[in-house]
């Protein structure tokens, strides 16, 4: 499952799970039983038993969602369209030389550039999948490879080879 706002649950699940709690903190105000609440619900008695400490501590807002987990992304909407533009442009347009491959060492240069903030190598990865890209392995050619004989081998060898 891929998690949409960077890890965790979606908001709409954040909310489903934050009414199933505050179902639980109304059967907690009736005095319904802990192992009760957890069969009605279908969940662990463990969890029940932490809602209800919460509940007792903080009432039922203690129980509301906090929201999604994980640290917010140090770029906002309009940085991460510069980033996704600055990566369009390739690697030689930034200063990476010939080789238009982009690494995450590359990305997380061109982050720092642009934005004076670092990434760690990981981070970076997250950010790319965040913004839409994903891991592309580049296919290593020779530098000798002669295109030519590869597809006469390919349409006269190899079909001798089948029979």
Do not use: N
């Not at 109304?26 to 619900?41: D, M, N, Q, T, Y």
């Not at 509301?64 to 640290?71: D, E, N, T, Y």
């Not at 061109?110 to 997250?126: E, P």
């Amino acid at each position: 499952m891929r998690y949409p706002d960077g890890g965790g649950l979606s908001a709409r699940r954040r909310a489903k799970r934050e009414a199933v709690r505050r179902q639980a903190a109304g059967w907690f105000a009736e005095g319904v039983s802990v192992p009760e609440i957890a069969a009605r619900l279908r969940v662990s008695q463990t969890a029940v038993y932490g809602w209800r400490q919460q509940w007792r501590a903080g009432g039922e807002d203690a129980l509301a969602s906090k929201g999604p987990g994980g640290s917010r992304c140090r770029l906002d909407e309009p940085r991460l369209r510069r980033l996704a533009e600055a990566l369009d442009e390739g690697p030689a347009a930034h200063g990476f030389g010939d080789d238009q491959r982009w690494t995450l060492a590359r990305v997380s240069d061109l982050i720092a550039r642009m934005f004076r903030t670092r990434y760690t190598l990981r981070g970076t990865s997250y950010l790319l999948h965040r913004i839409g890209w994903s891991v592309q392995v580049p296919k290593h050619r020779p530098v000798e490879r002669d295109e030519g004989a590869v597809m006469t081998w390919r349409r006269e060898v190899w079909p001798a080879g089948k029979r």
